[in-house]
T-cell receptor, first 113, second 116 residues
Framework: DQQVKQNSPSLSVQEGRISILNCDYT??????FLWYKKYPAEGPTFLIS?????DKNEDGRFTVFLNKSAKHLSLHIVPSQPGDSAVYFC????????????FGTGTRLKVLA | DTGVSQNPRHKITKRGQNVTFRCDPI?????LYWYRQTLGQGPEFLTY????????KSRLLSDRFSAERPKGSFSTLEIQRTEQGDSAMYLC??????????????FGPGTRLTVL
């Protein structure tokens, strides 16, 4: 049972354009969501997060949008840069217990110069 | 470097052998997690420690797996009688509980296990 889904395994975007990565979740108990970026041979690196009391969080070129009614979140990268090329994982957590993360399967972003 | 470190980075072993991995979290972090990542998948939760107490284990963690965190500092993950299906990247992450509810987990570089 995949509680967090990233339905696009890959995405290619031209440098300077917007990258939009999507994530859907099924468990309504999730109330904290994160995006991690992963380069080959490295561990995931935290990018940006959002709690369920918000619908948008922005950090520089990165913005995460949360639509609770649709159980959907998205990551926008503007403008995209070649260094953004990596695998992006969406993760979700509940606000009790261990705060373990449930990850999606990832989207490989390629930014073309 | 004050990040999460993991050793070894790579381990190749023969089926049936035992292996042990080590994770050193960020020094003040009291929460420590182990995840496993296989090809084409996201990291999957294995187990969680708060200080030295192991508070949750995933059903993925069969009885061949054991994890410890003596003294609430570094942690070890041991796999006994390895099987080819154990081949994966084993990731360790740590976080701090000082902020209420929400705290990002910081991941180490992982240990890639190959079972021949």
């Amino acid at each position: 049972d995949q509680q967090v889904k990233q339905n696009s395994p890959s995405l290619s975007v031209q440098e300077g354009r917007i990258s939009i990565l999507n994530c859907d979740y099924t468990n309504s108990m999730f109330d904290y969501f994160l995006w991690y970026k992963k380069y080959p041979a490295e561990g995931p690196t935290f990018l940006i997060s959002i709690s369920s009391i918000k619908d948008k969080n922005e950090d520089g070129r990165f913005t995460v949008f949360l639509n609770k009614s649709a159980k959907h979140l998205s990551l926008h990268i503007v403008p995209s840069q070649p260094g953004d090329s990596a695998v992006y994982f969406c993760a979700a957590s509940g606000s009790s217990g261990t705060y373990k993360y449930i990850f999606g399967t990832g989207t490989r972003l390629k930014v073309l110069a | 470097d004050t990040g999460v470190s993991q050793n070894p980075r790579h381990k190749i072993t023969k089926r049936g052998q035992n292996v042990t991995f080590r994770c050193d979290p960020i020094s003040e972090h009291n929460r420590l997690y182990w995840y496993r990542q296989t090809l084409g998948q996201g990291p999957e939760f294995l187990t969680y420690f708060q200080n030295e107490a192991q508070l949750e284990k995933s059903r993925l963690l069969s009885d061949r797996f054991s994890a410890e965190r003596p003294k609430g500092s570094f942690s070890t993950l041991e796999i006994q009688r390895t099987e080819q299906g154990d081949s994966a990247m084993y990731l360790c992450a740590s976080s701090l509980t000082s902020r209420p509810l929400y705290n990002e987990q910081f991941f180490g570089p992982g240990t890639r296990l190959t079972v021949l």
